[in-house]
């Protein structure tokens, strides 16, 4: 086989430099077919990084990323930082470390457990890694084998789609609502699994206002989960970067406290509290597990940017993190509230929505008939962009809700920006009255709008059939 890369009459197109990832056409892959494995035949694409390109065009307000509001940062603080590390550990930043992370991070990591309520973990059940995500990626890339069964809440956190396609996963939904995963069907699910012979290799739960739905789990679901995973000596893998943006209620505790680390693995992030361009999580296992890890960051990146875990400390040491995190929550509040104000004011009233008491995510699901992906070509047109629901389901469902990120658009471009989407919404929604004759207009608008009530038009999530719903109440 001949390689002929195209470079030559490639150059110039939207690749490097350019803002946009290069398409290779079927001829491209076909031309390197022979050479991926097979691994690479199941590999997915994530719902937001897809999207990356469009949604950073200055004029399109975007509810697609998960990005955390940097531009609140003080920049001198961030200069301090720098400086302190210039003249102190210049040589030290810019050398490589130890695969496990630093010592002085791992401190760092221990004081954002304990300020989460959680216990500390010995150093030595730490491992430091490049931003969470890596963390799940070196869990699954030690556990899985390809066909394995890893159990996901339905939607799950996006980012994960291409992580558990890398590794061949066969993941098994279990569906959230209002309290977070239920725990009821769980059960079920594991009786199913048992029956077939099949054990799944981990429970991956984001407990605390979920990506994408940003609903939490429950404290008598959390005590069953964990009851659950030490009954059938299962593992549970905690992903958690949003428990201390909580704008209102009490926290509560974590598995990894609940459980004390036996049977559950702690995925952590300086990425909401601090900064996502600094790539730094962690994880928290038993030792045997975090020896695999090792091993497989070794093969990784050999070790976690020396410079970014300086920056932590340094940050850690000079400034108050805890100041900046409640100053993010304040800001995140009133955007949420602006968010959710607006859905009730532009949407139409089959429209439903979570009313999320912390994170950075409303999910929103739209009649049955209203494709989101479609909805999105449309709302990019109106240059306002979201992440349809398949993105964050592995068994093809989602396709009629949307994930909308609140934290980084400011109050007027949330309101503006709900404002074309439900504009987009009202145009489908006709478009289905027109064609089966069933409506004639879109919905007339909901008479007050303001403030929402607590607790609203919450939502079991998914939608479930009406069958079912009746089933339930009789
Ligand atoms: N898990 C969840 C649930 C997330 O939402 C994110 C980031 N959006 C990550 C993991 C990865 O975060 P990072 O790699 O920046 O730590």
Redesign the pocket.
Known sequence: MTIDDGRSRDRGGPGEGGSMPRRSTSRDIERYGALFAQRTRGMKSSAMRDMMAITQRPEVISFAG?LPDTSAFPAQTFAAIAQGIAAESCARALQYGPTDGLAEVKECIREVMAADGSPMPDPEDVLVTT????G?DLITKALVDPGDVVIAEAPT?P??VPTFCAYQTDVVHVDVDSDGMRIDLLEETLERLEAEGRRPKFIYT?PNFQ?PSGVTLSLPRRKRLVEVARERELLVLE?N??SLLRFEGESLPSLYSLDGGRYVMY?G????IFS?GI???WVVAPPPILEKLNLGKQGADLCTSTLSQLMVHAYFRQARWRDYVAASVELYRERRDAMLAALEEFFPPEAEWTRPAGGLFIWCTLPDYIDTTDLLARALRENVAFVPGEGAYLDGRGRSSMRLNFSVSNEDEIREGIRRIGKVIDEQVALYGTLTGRRAEAAPRREEPAEPEQGARVVPLPRRDAAEQRAERS
């Not at 931003?131 to 890596?134: D, I, L």
């Not at 992030?269 to 909401?272: A, E, L, Q």
């Open positions: 998960g931003g969470g995500q890596q799940l956190y980012g994960a984001i990506n992903d970067p949003y995925l992030t300086f990425s909401k996502p790539r730094l999580g």
